[in-house]
């Protein structure tokens, strides 16, 4: 805190006093001792010297105070002036902290928030491309850029019957929200990793990533230990903290011990990327470190192929896939709340978040490997991406990017009967918020009614028709509620 203004005028005021009582002491001084005529010659030398002798102190010593009161009191004023300028607030290097309504350290272990928060997002601080205050999670802001290149990936092709009206869950919530929340990008992939079927809703769709490309750079980083040209155990603390605490400037660090400079580290994961088949997502630069011109991109499905990849190793060999798996569970509580925020523990998830705010809106993003045991025995498994753009309040993406992982949960909970009773679904939309239209309740039911058709062999034959219209297509007759999801969504709230 600085001095302020009034301050430094008494020390002027007091100064310019005392060199004048300097001044004026001497003459009083002299005048009171004054002898008659006879005395005055005896002393008149001695008192002409010592007047002179006082004048010239008088004047010395209030020059000294007053330069020293007029130095003191500018610099007093320069210092109340800057005293009260405080450096402007940037988020906090940790994801926990998340500017308003995010998940914060602690309540790390809690209870998953509310599903939804209308209320506006407070808008952190963002940091320069010196890399300034980066936030855990997030990037710069530089708004949309159309996609230099144009995925063209097939979607929903050769997927089951059971495996697409999953598909149309997703997209009928996906369309509900987005009109309740006045507007939001969202796109979803989900892979069953035993079947190696496929269903996305905009899964060619090219959005912003976050922190979430930095599992690219984990990739490059793997790539290196397993060619013997760097020790993981250089490095392990910044793998910990930039993968696990979703921390950019720990990412640049292992980059750059690894390969020299961060930049190459990018153009390594960029051209692993490219020989993997993804051609239209983009590893432009690490989080908070590019030019402020490019953004980095992924596709749902482009993002899910390469997860296929690693789960059944095809990247690495299998102990280096097993550290990046390992890698990948490794994460801490305060990043755990978007793929794993309503799963069981029984679900083991191995994922990438990422989300910052942009100048359209909040970005927020999660994929990852989810896997279980099945009643067999047996480890089951599914790759999930989610990627949301254009969110009016952060929690309005990652709120919602757990209730899409929980649904995906649900049904291959029930397909492949992990052997315990399933988690109840996540509840229906608030409809307190305007728009109130048909919130979302009746995908919910849809989600926990399509679990149970466990039974559909009998009844498969009619639903192939699968006729999408409206859902009428009574495909599991009695035994499936799939129908229900599109068909009856106002009975149901």
Not at 441 to 455: G, I, L, M, Q, V
Not at 475 to 480: A, E, I, L, R, Y
Request: aromatic share 8%; proline share 12%; charged share 15%.
């Amino acid at each position: 805190m600085g001095v302020r203004p009034a301050t430094s005028h008494t020390l002027i005021f007091i100064a310019l006093s005392g060199a004048l009582l300097f001044l004026i002491v001497p003459r009083l001084s002299m005048w009171r001792r004054a002898r008659p005529e006879r005395a005055r010659t005896r002393r008149m030398a001695d008192v002409k010297t010592k007047r002179i002798t006082m004048q010239r102190l008088g004047l010395a010593t209030a020059g000294v105070i007053i330069t020293l009161a007029v130095t003191g009191g500018s610099l007093a004023l320069a210092l109340g002036v800057l005293g009260q300028a405080e450096p402007s607030p940037t988020r906090a290097p940790i994801a926990a902290v998340r500017s308003g309504s995010g998940v914060t350290a602690d309540r790390a272990g809690g209870a998953f928030p509310p599903l939804l928060d209308i209320a506006e997002t407070p808008v952190p601080g963002s940091a320069g491309p010196d890399g300034s205050s980066p936030a855990a999670g997030g990037d710069q802001p530089i708004g949309p850029q159309a996609p230099s290149v144009l995925a063209g990936v097939p979607e929903n092709v050769g997927a089951s019957p059971q495996l697409l009206a999953l598909k149309d869950v997703l997209a009928q919530e996906i369309t509900a929200y987005g009109a309740q929340v006045g507007g939001i990008d969202v796109a979803i992939a989900v892979t069953d990793l035993q079947t190696g079927q496929t269903i996305s809703v905009n899964g060619n769709a090219v959005q912003r990533t976050g922190c979430t490309i930095n599992m690219f750079a984990l990739f490059a980083a793997v790539g290196e230990f397993q060619a013997g040209r760097a020790n993981p155990s250089d490095v392990a603390y910044n793998i910990e903290y930039g993968i696990g605490g979703s921390y950019p400037p720990q990412v640049k660090q292992f980059l750059q011990r690894i390969f020299g400079t961060h930049s190459a580290g990018v153009t390594q994961a960029q051209e692993m990327m490219g020989s993997w088949g993804m051609q239209a997502s983009l590893f432009d630069h690490v989080p908070y470190y590019g030019d402020g011109t490019q953004n980095n991109l992924l596709t749902g499905l482009e993002t899910n192929s390469v997860l296929t990849k690693l789960y059944q190793g095809e990247l690495f060999e299998p102990e280096w896939t097993q550290y990046t798996l390992e890698r990948l569970r490794n994460i801490r509580s305060y990043v755990n709340y978007m793929l794993p925020g309503q799963l069981p523990s029984s679900a083991t998830v191995a994922h990438k978040i990422g989300y910052y705010w942009d100048t359209d809106g909040w970005v927020n993003n999660d994929a990852g490997i989810v896997t279980f045991t099945g009643a067999d025995g047996q480890e089951k498994a599914y790759a999930i991406t989610y990627l949301s753009q254009k969110a009016r309040t952060e929690r309005i993406g990652y709120s919602f990017g757990a209730r899409l992982s929980r649904i995906v949960w649900d049904w291959f909970e029930a397909t492949y009967k992990l052997g315990t009773e399933p988690p109840p679904p996540p509840p229906p939309l608030p409809a307190t918020q305007p728009p109130t239209a048909e919130p979302t309740p009746t995908p919910t039911p849809a989600s926990t009614a399509e679990p149970t058709p466990t039974s559909p062999p009998a009844s498969t034959p009619e639903p192939t028709p699968t006729p999408s219209p409206s859902p009428t297509p009574a495909p599991t007759v009695s035994p499936t509620p799939t129908p229900s999801p599109t068909l009856e969504p106002t009975p149901t709230p």
